[in-house]
């Protein structure tokens, strides 16, 4: 009698075991490090750091401007998506690729570039500026820095759920005397909700860390434009290491929430929706 | 006569079909214009802008970006760096493929979680922890310095934070890709004699290639215009003739875009810029060759 345990494929210790040694040497250690480093300071000293009014308004701009960025990118995401799958019009397999393009831009040359365009000489903020609205250096800059990076995110998880649409279920709502708008809303909006999501959260936790595109667009003052992640290397530079590693752990804990708490709410929609 | 009744009620009836489905023409139109508005405006625009500033003051001047020693020692050093992290996270991510994708047992669905952490995290948080552990306040820095060993402020803390934050591009790929695939094909292998190593290069390597080629590009891209976890480590060194020193690509276009050359900074973004691009191009031609080799492998199993 075989083993249970008995495989046919070799290399599963050396494969595993690489894969755990090379895990912990990048990133668990290190990333242990950052909360033993914590606590060698006290609670309040741990307290003060995270509450000071400069880190607050840092939270409450990183946190409200990725918020956002990433709705805006909701509505501008579908949209795109849609337009995508369902329509056909000329260059669009080049508009598709080019959706990538966030990805595939170097953050700093993002941040240059859209600083550029919207200072208020640039392309964008030239217009703008007679009508008495500054981007750059603003934030209004950060958060267009923000959309510009998150949008492959929604785009890309919509996608495939549209392109997997089953036409039949489109065609029953509108021979059950749906209107096109209905059918949209109530049958074919409800299937997106978890890619959406997914796609929200995605583009959430990655505007929240987003450092090279916002530096230069956002003018970086204390308590106006300053995101946290430029208030860690700001402690950095000043050789802060515990409170730049404070403020660290704020950001950590804050995006593996919004994580779990998508992972959580993906897991109920699915128990509770039929399957179809 | 009967004929073209026939043909303008069938024409009809798909007239029909048609507007129950879809939407109507103005409708559509006025989609495909916004989206198009949208993407010209985020996406396009900046990408013309790049090269236009960059061209601002003419050839001479974009050319003469390429020839100052600390812009070609930074160009030298990203090259350096991606050429030493991607294959080490090409490696990993086969490794972590085959150990996931092959075998059974538990806690599967955390190591792919733990996996992807790196993705999560903020790049500066990125170069953090690793000024922690090698920086002078950490554990480490007392024996480092006895050995005159550098790592922050050095080539190997860019090194080191460059491969955590490209650590998932490429298990990422290879996972879902190697579960599809299945185990059938290099067990037959097994079973007719093959061994280990024979099954992975002649089996397994074949039908992966493509994941793995589009996996090494994504990861190539990020580990060349990583900006923020870099910045943390680097310490920024200015390299020059005979020295390489600390700064990246992306960081030499920020010095030069602070010291207000302003041209200078977009003649080697532009380089980035067109390095993306060419990405891009490559993304899209794998994805195309990606799809008919998972088709082909689905037809196989229905066979």
Known sequence: MTSKNFRVLPGFRLTLGYTLLYLSLIVLIPLA??????????????WDTVTALRALASYRLSFGASFLAALTNVFCGVLVAWV???????????????????????????????????????????????????????????????????????VRTVQPVLEDFDPEIEEAAASLGASRWQTFRRVVLPQLYPAVLTGFSLAFARALGEYGSVVFIAGNMPMKTEIT??????????????????????????????????????WRSSRHQAPI | MGETTTFFRAAARRDLRRRATAESHWVRRVLVAVALLFLGIFLVLPLIAVFAEGLHKGLGYYLNTFRDPRTLSAITLTFIVAGISVPLNCVFGVAAAWAIAKFDYRGKNILITLIDLPFSVSPVIAGLIYVLLFGAPGPFWNWLSDHDIKIIFAVPGIVLATTFVTFPFVARELI????????????????????????????????????????????????????????????????????LGTMTIPLRIEVLYNEYNTTGAFALASLLAFLGLVTLALKTWIERKKTAALHAAEMDLRA
């Open chain 1, 33 to 46: 490090g950052v909360f033993l480093k914590t606590s060698t300071l006290s609670w309040e000293q741990f």
């Open chain 1, 84 to 154: 995508l799958v369902r329509y056909e019009f000329f260059g669009k397999k080049i508009v598709d690729a080019l959706v990538d393009m966030p990805f595939a831009l170097p953050t700093a040359v993002a941040g240059i570039t859209l600083t550029s365009l919207y200072a208020p000489g640039g392309w964008i903020g030239g217009l703008l500026a007679p009508l008495g609205v500054k981007v750059a250096f603003t934030q209004l800059g950060v958060f267009i820095a923000l959309t510009f990076i998150g949008l492959p995110f929604i």
């Open chain 1, 229 to 266: 992640p430029l208030l860690i290397i700001t402690k950095l530079e000043q050789y802060d290491y515990a409170g730049a590693t404070a403020l660290a752990v704020v950001m950590l804990v804050g995006s593996f929430a919004i994580l779990l708490t998508v992972n959580l709410l993906q």
């Open chain 2, 176 to 243: 879902p890709l190697m579960e599809a695939q299945g185990r059938t094909e290099e067990e037959a292998a097994r079973v007719l004699g093959a061994s280990g190593w024979q099954t992975f290069w002649r089996v397994t390597l074949p039908n992966i290639k493509w994941g793995l080629l589009y996996g090494v590009i994504l990861c190539n891209a990020r580990a060349m215009g990583e900006f923020g976890a870099v910045s943390v480590v680097s310490g920024h060194i200015s390299g020059g003739v005979g020295t």
